[in-house]
């Protein structure tokens, strides 16, 4: 019901009648797109490279020792959204932790603050569970033994890593790619805090014609190109997946 509300607002004007003018201003709106879309996948790309790594670790440990570091995981994930969001702002402000700690050192302070390296920070750290869990969820079911028989037949560590490990390990971080990309390119409170409203991103123009403008069919004709994104995305899911899971070849 939601959706058929937002389609049935992108394509009437404010009196009901049928009008495609509201997809006709989107164009006013292609750097805003852009920006999002480049952000999301350079915090997509760094939030693989680096759970990649940590999931793998966690794989292969123990499995109490793996239910732990699970947990340690997501336990940022406790805390409200909101909270996480501004204790980063206070750890990069130009008199905030960082900055504090290199004074102690004779280092000038450094204005990280208000920048897109700020913004695509902001989301690593709130997404990077949700590609770390989806990889270790595919990790921690394979098969040790063909590690071990590839390994008797003379593989080194990178053929291993990469004629098994990785391939076996697609999946899941074809389902991590997407669970970060799209709240990654949605998302509207990061960029307002940590890029200091310099960086519009698809959230905060949608925002923007909801709470402020209350141009509810523009705003909802953004939404549903944001939408089209996702179901591509979804739909790049599903090219690399078959129903259970399983990598196609």
Not at 133 to 142: E, F, N, R
Not at 176 to 194: A, C, D, H, R, W
Request: glycine share 6%.
């Amino acid at each position: 019901a939601p959706l058929l509300m937002v389609a049935y607002y992108a394509l009437t004007d404010k009196t009901g009648a049928f009008t495609l003018s509201n997809f006709a201003q989107l164009g006013n709106f292609s750097d805003i797109f852009v920006r999002s879309i480049w952000f999301a996948l350079v915090a997509t790309v760094i939030c693989l490279i680096i759970a990649y790594p940590i999931a793998y670790i966690i794989a292969m440990r123990r499995e109490r020792t793996q239910r732990v570091l699970v947990m340690l995981v997501m336990l940022p994930m406790w805390m409200s959204f909101l909270l996480r969001t501004y204790s980063w702002m206070t750890i990069l402000e130009d008199t905030g932790v960082i900055n504090t700690l290199l004074g102690y050192f004779g280092i000038k302070p450094l204005h990280m603050i208000n920048t897109s390296g700020a913004v695509i920070l902001g989301m690593v750290y709130n997404f990077l569970p949700y590609m770390i869990l989806p990889i270790y969820s595919v990790l921690a079911k394979l098969e040790r033994s063909m590690v071990e028989a590839a390994q008797d037949l003379g593989a080194g560590r990178m053929q291993v890593m990469t004629k098994i490990i990785i391939p076996h390990s697609m999946p899941g971080i074809a389902s991590g790619l997407t669970m970060v990309f799209v709240p990654s390119v949605s998302t509207f409170y990061i960029s307002q805090k940590l890029g200091g409203g310099k960086f519009d991103l698809i959230g905060d123009t949608i925002e923007r014609q909801f709470q402020t403008l209350y141009d509810y069919n523009l705003g909802a004709a953004i939404s549903f190109v944001l939408m089209v994104l996702i179901l591509i995305c979804i739909a790049v899911l599903n090219k690399f997946t078959d129903e259970d899971g399983e990598l196609l070849v």
